[in-house]
């Protein structure tokens, strides 16, 4: 075994970083990075695929393999080169603009291909590099550049997308918890397939303060929820509230009132197959329910890549056809012989 | 027993036509490779409408499929039909303008009733009046009942029996071309196998339909095309879209890179997806996108991780993958993009050929955005123009687009096979020395810059849509833009120094030079030589690399004083030629038909041009 013991810094290249002081983006990269030194795979069959927008210029500032490629295309090109060579760690870096506007297409198709890929979904809910338009994360009536009265359009929940084009993983976290953003980075690497995390970003220049309903530090027991495959879907300031599942729907109990006891309260199944419960906890909005966060789905499933390279052993094990020269002449051919002269094409 | 009449003859042209649902294209095909089999060079052209199933009956559902034979080298599908078999009055209506003159006409009587009359919007009872076709030789047989009463012992429903009738046809013209039935029958039982009974259903009606001619010979002439001299070898047919896929394959083996292809159906690229997809044993990865874009940039994808990686498609297609293309240029990554062109703009005529793409393929991406272009000109030399796009985009990590038209793509031919040992080494510009890498440090001669691809250790680094120094860090300082600009035009023109000279078909100097490019080989080269024979002073010169030109391109115009640039587009070749040889005067041939040229038309062409 070679010693594959790297730091943070193994990761970091030699290039100024140019996002804006204070962009989520920071902390972000870095949980990536101490993610990617922890993983045991060697420096150089990592591969970072971004497509256009602030968080797409990640590449750049990694010192592994890199591909800074074209608006909304990252997901189709970090198909292509996962295929080539599976052997490699595939992470994909977009953003909301990115991957749910010009890139809807390719992120759903990877999504339901399920191939290995690690996609980080940075979602600030605006176009930061256009300097402030609204996105398809913008909610109802957000005022921005180009909807100065208000949006008149429903924004994607991007997890619900996931879940749609049958997602098999799909986790979320947000960029001041680098703990929590690493953690589920680590659990994204080791799923096979397709591994969707949404990390709620703040920009700071053109978005300021989007999630701070959320990460407000006086109310953030109360407004998260952090899921751990196994354990009870608790939260508040001393896990006194929890999630049960009443009328096919969930709903917020406090532990101890109206009769409800530790033993009613869902215990979160990361692996269950069925997404009804998932698709649930993805869609929690503030003000009625804590939104959720960490890994919420997690499911095994048959992997693109694997199965693609399993088809061509299985072909090959049968094949009649080995090389080209045997291709040419397989199937109908015909000799000619005892021709002096042939006829030519010249005039 | 009489004698029939024998025709002895040169060449031969016989059309099948039917509606689309006759099962003509496979009647088509299985007579040209039982032709081939014989030793006559045979060249194909299917014909075939864009719907699937078009109304039954109308002119518009007519699927014809075009075969020119003979005992020398045949270039083309030939003009007119010297036979038409029509199975229906529509499909008299759409051929009636390709017959040759004094030509045969094979038609099922049985369907030249009054619904199919009015279907095919005959106003009278009589289709060959109305379409002038009186002076023909018009061989009424009643194909689709001579087939049920062949059929009636087996127990077949009416569907299925008149499927059946497209082997009478074929078993008829097989007679008349004194073309034995065994291959066919063989292909019969291969296809059939799980079906016993259409097995023997169709080769009954198969016999039946040759016997047919021998027993009515006073009434149908037999033709006798001897087989043609060509050079010894190992031969098989193959049509343009086969040797496209194949010529990717020997690329990927003698450079020892996996092939990749990412790609999106679209008509009439398709067959070079699926072809590939059979390929699995030669452990080809294809990959079906999700769109055009995804086609491309999966392809980008794999050629950033080491693959020979491909793309195919057709003119919509290329426009959707124009921006990734972009990024092939400027991140210096081999790609080959095939287009299989088709007619224009926008959805166009899906099914018919055109070469309307040339400028698109030259210019068409956002900046200075310099790709290679080649164009193959026959079916059979795809395998050879896909080989050596390959060749060139590894050697020289540059997107390279090869051209090529539906009716390259669909029209087949014999082919000389090859062997993998005559081919030329690819030698892709793979980087050795981690120490003295640097992402876009140049080949002084080329100006290609080395391939390091993730999994080689110590050559990690960044690279991207953005412009960028040496070492590949984003750079907006306005000297280097400038700089880098010229070098990736000036490495795209150095791939002069790898392909070969323009070559002069007939005399290196004279009067009129004929220029073509791709697809108009056969008919352009066919036209030369007939009119060399008529005492013309006439040469040909045909371009299969566009983009650089060929080094010699000046020189050789130089020595002619007329040149006249035919191509099916209007004059697209010609304006390219305007913009980068100025100094000559370029007359034109155009045609936008959704056809190839007749020879005919290239003919008259350049009589013109000798009277002017």
């Known amino acids: 075994m070679i010693d594959l013991k790297y730091t943070v810094k193994d990761f970091k290249s030699d290039s100024e970083v140019r996002w804006c002081p204070g962009c989520g983006d920071y902390a972000i990269m870095n949980a990536v990075q101490r993610t990617m030194a922890g993983m045991g795979v060697p420096h150089e069959k990592f591969a970072v695929i971004s497509g256009i927008g602030c968080s797409s210029r990640f590449p750049y500032y990694m010192s592994t393999y890199g591909f800074h490629t074209i608006h909304g295309r990252a997901a189709a090109i970090a198909s292509g080169v996962k295929l080539a060579n599976p052997d490699l760690s595939v992470w994909m870096i977009s953003g909301d603009g990115d991957s749910l506007a010009i890139g809807g297409n390719h992120f759903i198709h990877l999504v339901r291909r399920n191939i290995d890929i690690n996609l980080i979904l940075f979602n600030n809910r605006i176009y930061g590099l256009t300097k402030g338009q609204y996105s398809p994360t913008s909610a109802r009536g957000f005022k921005s550049k180009t909807s100065p009265f208000g949006t008149v359009e429903d924004p994607f929940i991007p997890g619900q997308l996931a879940i749609g084009a049958r997602g098999t993983f799909f986790a979320r976290s947000i960029d001041g918890n680098m703990k929590m953003s690493q953690s589920v980075f680590e659990e994204a690497a080791k799923h096979k397939g397709a591994s969707v995390v949404e990390v709620l970003q703040n920009c700071v220049i053109y978005n300021n303060g989007i999630h701070s309903a959320i990460t407000d530090p006086n109310h953030r027991a109360d407004r998260q929820l952090y899921l751990e495959h196994g354990k009870p879907m608790v939260f508040g300031a001393e896990n006194e509230k929890g999630l049960v599942f009443e009328k096919a729907k969930l709903k917020v109990v406090e532990i101890g009132k109206d009769g409800y006891t530790i033993d009613d309260i869902l215990v979160h199944d990361a692996t269950e197959v069925d997404p009804t419960l998932h698709l649930a906890l993805i869609n929690m909005q503030l003000p009625d329910f804590p939104v959720a966060f960490g890994v919420i789905r997690n499911v095994e499933a048959l992997v693109y890549d694997q199965e693609l390279v399993k088809q061509i052993d299985e072909v090959q094990q049968k094949r009649k056809v080995t090389c080209v020269d045997e291709l040419l002449n397989s199937g109908n051919t015909w000799e000619v012989t005892g021709n002096g002269t042939p006829d030519s094409v010249s005039c | ?612």
């Open chain 2, 1 to 612: 027993m009489k004698d029939a009449k024998v025709i002895e003859l040169e060449e031969v042209t016989i059309r099948f036509s039917g509606d689309s649902g006759d099962g003509m294209q496979l009647t088509g095909t299985l007579f040209s490779d039982a032709t081939a089999l014989l030793g006559n060079d045979i060249s194909t052209f299917p014909d075939y409408p864009s719907e699937i199933r078009a109304p039954q009956g109308t002119v518009g559902g007519v699927s014809g499929f075009q075969v020119q034979f003979g005992k020398r080298l045949v270039n083309t599908p030939g003009d007119l039909a010297h036979v038409l078999i029509a199975m229906n009055p529509a499909a008299v209506k759409a051929n009636a303008k390709f017959i040759n003159p004094g030509g045969t006409i094979i038609y099922d009587s049985d369907s030249f009733n009054e619904r199919n009359m009015k279907k095919a919007n005959f106003a009278t009872d009589d289709a060959f009046a109305e379409c002038n076709l009186e002076d023909f030789f018009k061989i009424p047989v009643p194909i689709s009942s001579l087939t049920k009463e062949s059929l009636k012992d087996f127990g077949l429903d009416n569907k299925s029996v008149l499927r059946s009738k497209n082997m009478f046809a074929l078993g008829l013209v097989c007679w008349m071309f004194n073309r034995p039935l065994d291959y066919i029958e063989e292909f019969l039982n291969k296809k059939f196998a799980k079906k016993p009974v259409v097995v023997e259903a169709n080769i009954k009606v198969l016999h039946d339909g040759f016997n047919y001619g021998m027993t009515m010979q006073h009434m149908t002439p037999s033709y006798l095309v001897n087989p043609a001299v060509i050079e010894n070898g190992t031969y098989r047919t193959i049509n343009g879209n086969h040797a496209t896929a194949w010529g990717l394959l020997a690329a990927a083996e003698k450079s020892g890179r996996e092939l990749f292809l990412g790609s999106y159906p679209i008509t009439p690229a398709t067959d070079i997806l699926s072809a590939l997809s059979e390929r699995k044993d030669l452990g080809v990865k294809t990959f079906q996108a999700e769109d055009e874009i995804a086609g491309v940039t999966s392809a980008i994808g794999a050629s950033f991780a080491g693959d020979l990686a491909v793309t195919t498609t057709s003119g919509p297609g290329l426009a959707l993958k124009g921006e990734a293309i972009g990024l092939a240029v400027m991140a210096e990554l081999p790609l080959v993009v095939v287009n299989v062109q088709r007619g224009g703009p926008s959805t166009g005529l899906p099914t018919k050929t055109e070469q309307s793409d040339l400028l698109q393929s030259l210019y068409g991406r956002n900046g200075e955005s310099p790709a290679v272009v080649v164009a193959a000109s026959t079916p059979s030399d795809c395998f050879w123009y896909a080989f050596k796009a390959s060749q060139i985009a590894l050697e020289r990590m540059v997107p390279v687009i090869l051209m090529t038209d539906g009716f390259l793509g669909n029209g087949s031919e014999p082919w000389k096979i090859p062997t993998m040992a005559e081919l030329p080494t690819i030698t892709p510009r793979i980087a050795k020395d981690p120490d003295l890498f640097k992402a876009y440090k140049r080949d002084p001669e080329t100006l290609a810059r080395e391939w390091a691809y993730p999994g080689m250790k110590g050559f990690e680094h960044r690279i991207g849509g953005l412009e960028k120094d040496e070492t590949g860090t984003v750079s907006h300082d306005t000297e280097n833009h400038q700089l880098n600009t010229e070098y990736r035009e000036n490495k795209v023109r150095r791939v002069a120094d790898m392909i070969p000279e323009l070559e002069v078909c007939g005399d290196g100097d004279g009067e009129i030079l004929v220029v073509g490019w791709g697809g108009t080989f056969g008919h352009l080269v066919s036209a030369v030589r007939e009119l060399r024979k008529e005492g013309k002073n006439v040469s040909h010169a045909h371009f299969n690399y566009i983009k650089p030109l060929p080094k010699n391109t000046a020189e050789v115009f130089g020595k002619f004083k007329k040149i006249i640039v035919c191509e099916l587009n209007t004059g697209q070749f010609a304006s390219y030629l305007r913009n980068e040889m100025p100094e000559f005067k370029y007359e034109q041939l155009n045609k936008l038909k959704g056809l190839p040229f007749t020879v005919d038309e290239v003919k008259q062409s350049v009589y013109k041009l000798l009277e002017d």
